[in-house]
């Protein structure tokens, strides 16, 4: 499966995110675990929230801080691993993962939830979207994520789910045309970008 550019760059934030935003899920001092390009990242800065956007690939947080200058956006950028996030213990309010978490496998998952749960205060809110076991084909990289995982896993790691319920995730017109061509039966908006099935989850540092 080739696609023209990162499929979940859609230069913009997820409608996920904004609705989350919209619903008074952040507050104080937030963290986007997973910030690639940073779209939501600079999403939330322009709301008024101090961020802190970590990635692993240097090249998605260069990108990343060229697309929050050019916004003037204000956001901490910087290269982290995000299943151990040294450095950064009890610093959030607020914690988002926008579709991080479905491209790590069980014991990575396993270390990240943990590492999340370090790095915020207590009762700090958890807004998590990952792709869903619904999805139409399988996708490079991602697992299909069950309602039993996230609430097996949330809990090990210290996190009461608050919500959890079936919504969707954008990916670009170039993931689009190739669900298209592939004749995948996928939903898609006036741009030719697809909602794919995914989950929303809210949880609380416990």
Same mark, same amino acid.
């Given at each position: ?5 990162? *499929? ?6 997820? *409608? ?99 590492? @999340?749960?370090?790095?915020?205060? *207590? ?12 999805? *139409? ?32 995730? @954008? ?36």
């Amino acid at each position: 499966m080739t696609f023209g550019a990162v *499929p979940w760059d859609i230069s913009a934030a997820q *409608p996920i995110v904004v609705a989350a935003e919209q619903a008074g899920r952040f507050s104080g001092a937030v963290l986007d675990a997973g910030c690639g390009l940073g779209d939501n990242a600079i999403y939330l800065a322009e709301r008024g929230y101090q961020v802190t956007g970590v990635d692993g690939a240097p090249t998605a947080v260069e990108w990343a801080a060229k697309r929050a200058a050019a916004q003037g956006a204000t956001v901490e950028f910087a290269v982290a691993d995000a299943t151990s996030l040294a450095g950064y213990d009890g610093r959030f309010d607020s914690v988002l993962d926008s579709a991080l978490y479905d491209v790590l496998d069980a014991d990575h998952r396993a270390r990240y939830l943990t590492a @999340l749960h370090r790095v915020s205060r *207590p009762g700090a809110k958890l807004t998590l979207a990952c792709f869903s076991d619904q999805l *139409p084909t399988d996708l490079p990289g991602v697992y299909r994520i069950t309602e039993q995982i996230i609430r097996d896993e949330l809990g090990a790691a210290g996190w009461t789910i608050t919500g959890l319920r079936r919504d969707s995730y @954008l990916v670009n017109e170039y993931a689009g045309e190739f669900f298209r061509q592939e004749k995948i039966d996928v939903v898609t908006d006036e741009r030719g970008r697809v909602a794919l099935p995914a989950w929303a989850v809210e949880a609380e540092r416990g």
